[in-house]
């Protein structure tokens, strides 16, 4: 079998018996939704609630990935739409474009019973999301 990367939209061809997918290394962020926190928080000097506020936000939608997995888990799709929409805002609050993107996708993949499909997504998801984490630190620390 051989291996095959395409680095933008793949095509399957007759020659390829596997077509790899490449693996998102860094995240789609809108910065001006971080910066506003971080301007608000300079405007209090308190840059401490910034942090607060995006370790919480952060964590809140961990905690929806977590129940996401626990509703899939279950085949529970009717119980998925709420958490996948509350992270889509969350990352839309945070910048987090690409997370929310996927959060989305994982929300119309439950509705639609998908199963193969929605266990790609929320996969998807959930790479995003730990991208998208060290991409807030990254732009906590400039």
Known sequence: MKHVEYPLKPVPSETADVIVLPRLRCANIDPDPLARLVAEADADADWFKAEDV????LED???QLDLLQRHLSRRDFAAMGR???????VATHLGLTEVATAAGHVGQ???QKGG????????RLERGFDVAVCEVWNFREM
Request: aromatic share 0%; proline share 8%; glycine share 0%.
């Open 109 to 111: 993949c439950a509705s």
């Open 83 to 89: 958490p996948s929409r509350r992270i889509e805002t």
């Open 116 to 123: 193969p499909a929605l266990d790609a997504t929320l996969a």
């Open 61 to 63: 939608a961990a905690a």
């Open 54 to 57: 995006m370790c919480r936000m």
